[in-house]
């Protein structure tokens, strides 16, 4: 298993405050959005996985909102890089059009972010 990423105080906190605006579902909104047809229908699978990369990872962004700062780990850090590192990404290939029920917006919803929601 690969050793967790050690971050800086300095890290952390530009980890935490870019997670916090850029994740803008709460945890029962999330929580509920997981649970839908529309949000286990998108995003990749690795070979031999049932559940999406996005879906996973929204389950586990439930769980760190949940948490309280105090009690997030090395390795929840690690996971709000990656979370804050897709949602950019993402955001930047925003499709022209209505987004209401594209798959590009419910993959973002997955990563605990609505578009629609800003």
Same mark, same amino acid.
């Given at each position: ?7 800086? $105080? ?6 935490? $405050? ?12 999330l929580? %509920? ?8 229908? #998108? ?9 999406? #990369? ?7 962004? #439930?769980?760190?909102?949940?948490? %309280? ?7 929840d850090?690690?996971?709000?890089? %990656?979370? #804050?590192?897709?949602? %950019? ?26 578009? $629609? $929601?800003?």
């Open positions: 298993m690969a050793q967790a990423a050690h971050f800086e $105080q300095d890290e952390q906190k530009e980890i935490y $405050q870019a997670f916090h605006v850029l994740v803008n579902m709460s945890p029962g909104k929580d %509920k959005w997981l649970q839908t047809e529309e949000s286990r229908g #998108v995003g990749f699978r690795n070979e031999g996985e049932s559940e999406a #990369v996005g879906h996973e990872s929204g389950r586990r962004i #439930v769980e760190i909102l949940q948490r %309280k700062k105090a009690e997030l780990t090395e390795e850090y690690g996971h709000m890089r %990656k979370v #804050v590192g897709y949602i %950019k990404r993402h955001l930047a290939q925003r499709p022209e059009g209505d987004i209401s029920q594209t798959r590009w917006r419910y993959s973002l919803m997955n990563w605990g972010h609505d578009p $629609q $929601q800003d």
